[in-house]
């Protein structure tokens, strides 16, 4: 996937170390947190920076393909990740700090980063899921075409200590995108084997 994907409106890059401070200081906010499955609570600088780290591992590595939301690549609003989930499928997964919401960036942002999941990957969906009291972004995922996969399921919030219900969508492959690689390989390695 490319580094950096441009929209009207938003630039999304690579997370920088610099930006462990600013994703700490958005990140105290519990009602963002809380949506999430992976995020602990407070989130003190250290674990962005240790984040930011395992992301640039977790890309080299081809399972993870986070990107900084910033409107022009500077500060960061929040982070839409492209990961491989538990059962081996790709799935997006967001957060946005308070200050940008009611925007429709999480929707910008999201829009294409799965465009480009699909031009870079050869698979048949994404995948996607939310919190039942989260329905904004179900919402989000309804506005992209993700569909209910299943009655719902009960999903683990590190922030939560706890398991909450949850709904599980998908998005099949648009007819519309075609993919330029095959699974397991990344644009470095598509170039250098043409």
Request: hydrophobic share 40%; net charge negative.
């Amino acid at each position: 996937m490319e580094e950096t994907l441009k929209t009207e409106r938003l630039v999304l890059r690579q997370p920088v170390i610099t930006d462990a401070a600013r994703m700490s200081q958005l990140l105290t906010d519990m009602d963002i947190v809380r949506m999430t499955c992976t995020i602990p609570y407070p989130y003190v600088p250290l674990a962005a920076e240790f984040w930011i780290m395992q992301h640039a591992a977790c890309r080299r590595l081809g399972t993870s393909y986070g990107y900084a939301i910033t409107k022009d690549g500077g500060e960061i609003m929040g982070v839409m990740d492209l990961f491989t989930n538990a059962d081996g499928d790709r799935e997006v997964g967001y957060w946005l700090g308070r200050p940008y919401w009611g925007n429709g960036y999480i929707t910008e942002a999201a829009q294409a980063v799965i465009e480009e999941g699909f031009r870079t990957f050869d698979i048949d969906y994404i995948d996607a899921g939310y919190f039942y009291d989260n329905p904004a972004s179900g919402r989000v995922l309804e506005k992209l075409g993700f569909e209910r996969k299943d009655m719902g399921s009960n999903l683990y919030s590190v922030a939560r200590g706890e398991r909450a219900a949850g709904i599980e969508l998908r998005l099949p492959r648009p007819a519309t995108i075609k993919p330029i690689i095959t699974e397991g390989q990344d644009a470095r390695q598509a170039a250098s084997t043409a």
